[in-house]
């Protein structure tokens, strides 16, 4: 299974980004996915997860009503489309498949891409 992540790049605060990641090596698009993001000195955090039954999707609470993600399960494809970018926003975003969850909520990834740097400067 691999993972190729894009669409990272700078931007000013309040600007927007699309990423973007491409899920290969796998018959079809049956499991979870989803973005984390490593912000500078901090541990890997999650940030969104569209589940394939229902399409339900998840957001960590310091994206919500700025970042959407959607999937394309058609050409295995997942998308994160970030507005209203912060500079805390910065952060090298992962993109991962076959993501579960914790009872306590933790959400993970068995599969991993190779993350695509966002710089926001305000």
Not at 8 to 34: D, E, F, I, N, Q
Not at 90 to 108: E, F, K, M, P, Q
Request: glycine letters at 10%; aromatic letters at 10%.
């Amino acid at each position: 299974v691999q993972l190729q992540a894009s669409g990272g790049g700078m931007v000013l605060a309040g600007g927007s980004l699309r990423l973007s990641c491409v899920v290969s090596g796998r018959p079809s698009s049956r499991y979870a996915m989803g973005w984390f993001r490593q912000r500078p000195g901090k541990e890997r955090e999650f940030v969104a997860a569209s589940t394939w039954r229902l399409d339900s999707k998840h957001y960590a609470d310091s994206v919500k009503g700025r970042f959407t993600i959607s999937r394309d399960n058609t050409n295995n494809t997942v998308h994160l489309q970030m507005n209203s970018l912060k500079p805390e926003d910065t952060a090298l975003y992962y993109c991962a498949s076959d993501l579960t969850r914790t009872l306590r909520g933790d959400w993970s990834g068995s599969y991993w891409g190779q993350g695509t740097q966002v710089t926001v400067s305000s």
